[in-house]
């Protein structure tokens, strides 16, 4: 096996790794973010109702937009049409992954305060 070959099957399954990562913690974040239930907080759960709807707005957004990169990047690698990745669009895909992890930290940062909240609601009761 020459290191062509070698470097093009390493490329390959680096980006489906990565794109597995961030998918994972897309589709964790989206359950998290839908399973979570304040009720027992009553009317003081309204703005962690907000969070959790900003939350959930950034976590479907990094899912569709890593939904994007599977259909315009990875299956033409591996059943189509190989996507010549020049300098164009080797930007254009880094440009969809980067934007997938802004919205996933984004996501991720609702979900901690959404925590942070709770964790404060929680001690604020017991006086």
Same mark, same amino acid.
């Given at each position: 096996?020459? !290191?062509?070959? *070698? ?6 399954y +680096? *980006?489906v790794? +990565?794109?597995?990562?961030l998918?994972?913690?897309?589709s964790g974040?989206?359950?998290?973010? +839908?399973?979570? #239930?304040?009720? #027992?907080?009553? $009317? *003081?759960?309204?703005?962690?109702l ?8 950034? =976590?479907?957004?990094s899912f569709?937009t890593?939904?994007?990169y599977?259909?315009?990047?990875l299956?033409p $690698? ?8 020049d300098?164009d669009?080797f930007?254009?895909? =880094?440009? $969809? *992954?980067k934007? =997938? +992890? !802004?919205y996933l930290?984004?996501?991720a940062?609702?979900r901690?305060?959404?925590?942070l909240a709770? $964790?404060g609601?929680?001690? !604020?009761? #017991?006086?």
């Amino acid at each position: 096996m020459d !290191v062509e070959k *070698l470097d093009n099957l390493l490329s390959k399954y +680096i *980006l489906v790794w +990565i794109w597995s990562i961030l998918f994972g913690a897309s589709s964790g974040l989206i359950y998290s973010l +839908i399973e979570y #239930r304040p009720e #027992r907080w009553g $009317i *003081l759960a309204l703005p962690l109702l907000f969070v959790s709807l900003l939350g959930m707005f950034f =976590a479907f957004g990094s899912f569709l937009t890593l939904f994007r990169y599977l259909l315009n990047y990875l299956l033409p $690698i591996f059943y189509g049409r190989p996507v010549p990745l020049d300098e164009d669009g080797f930007q254009k895909s =880094a440009v $969809i *992954l980067k934007r =997938a +992890i !802004v919205y996933l930290v984004a996501a991720a940062v609702a979900r901690a305060l959404m925590a942070l909240a709770e $964790i404060g609601l929680t001690s !604020v009761q #017991r006086f």
